[in-house]
């Protein structure tokens, strides 16, 4: 009987699921393994404890595993899609390109995320998870995409630029003499005694890992705190940007996207609208972004469809991997 792996190699954590050809077998989650960000040696732990861990749930063994695909931030890239083959064949030493028995299909974390909310149909997906991007793909198989550029300049609205962000916050709060329960809430989970300590850890090389500081702007958001819930409110209209983008460049005469949630609504032309779906644990764990996202694309394009549940990335690595099946 044929095995199929699909995989979700995300920054924060692995996602695999293995499954014959109509059940699912195995569920398993690990470290993350984006080696662009944490590069090779951690990537490799994360995969082979996934598959080791999925193959024994299943009580398989990795070389029955017919087909393989892996979705992973910069898989585009040749030399990264590269050097995930070849972690995966230290595994499964039947995975290369020569091979008729078994298929490795390395693809961008965006074609999974697509394909878990649309299949093969059109349609746009916007990503927040430790990372931002949105990504789209028209009737016509044209593709397009906005944000995703990195950590240091792009990636709004994601888990990494809301905690980066926080600190900003917490700074200019400080500047204007307002309270926001952010300071102290970061202090202590930085175990840090004063404002100095913290300018000094932000500022710091490598970078401190702002992304785990997302669930501490839930926490103040939920206390109602109004800098955390702006901030919040802030990424969800970032992300519902980036998604306004590309439904701009995919779908014919619709108008350019707002800037602000604030600005009055755009002149609409008619338009063959694309839907919109999300993933990521920013719109995961918070439903006020989720909010915000969708009320910014309504005024962009009334009436287009934004869809409520989350598209999971790793059902979608394991529909394409279902798909080379022989």
């Known amino acids: 009987m044929p095995y199929y792996l699909g995989i979700d190699g995300g920054g924060t954590k692995t996602r695999c699921l293995l499954a014959d050809e109509t059940t699912l077998l195995a569920k398993v989650m690990t470290g993350g393994s984006n080696i662009v960000r944490l590069g090779e040696m951690q990537a490799r732990e994360a995969l082979h404890t996934a598959i080791r861990q999925a193959c024994a749930t299943a009580r398989i063994s990795p070389d029955q595993i017919r087909a393989v695909c892996v979705g992973a931030a910069g898989a585009a890239r040749p030399e990264i899609a590269a050097k995930i083959r070849s972690i995966l064949a230290e595994l499964i030493p039947e995975i290369n390109p020569e091979s008729a028995r078994t298929n490795i299909e390395v693809v961008g974390d965006t074609e999974i995320a697509l394909e878990a909310a649309f299949g093969g149909g059109p349609g746009v997906i916007a990503i927040a998870g430790t990372g931002s991007i949105a990504y ?24 990494h630029w809301i905690g980066r962000h926080a600190i900003s916050a917490i700074l200019n709060a400080r500047d204007q003499g307002l309270e926001t329960t952010l300071t102290s809430l970061v202090l202590q989970a930085w175990k840090l005694a004063t404002l100095d300590d913290l300018v000094q850890q932000a500022n710091s090389t490598p970078p401190p890992d702002f992304p785990r500081l997302f669930p501490i702007v839930l926490r103040a958001a939920d206390a109602a705190d109004a800098i955390a819930r702006d901030l919040l409110a802030d990424a969800g209209a970032k992300l519902a940007n980036l998604a306004a983008i590309v439904v701009s460049r995919l779908a014919p005469h619709a108008p350019l996207p707002m800037l602000s949630v604030a600005m009055p609504p755009v002149a609409m032309l008619p338009v063959a609208m694309l839907p919109v779906a999300m993933t990521g644990s920013v719109f995961r764990q918070s439903p006020y972004v989720r909010q915000v996202f969708y009320n910014a694309l309504q005024t962009n394009f009334p009436g287009i469809e934004v869809r409520q549940d989350l598209a999971d990335p790793v059902e979608g690595a394991l529909s394409k991997a279902r798909a080379t099946r022989m």
């Open 136 to 159: 789209g793909r028209d009737a016509s198989g044209n593709t397009a995409r906005a944000g995703g550029w990195g950590f240091a300049v792009s990636d709004e609205g994601s888990g």
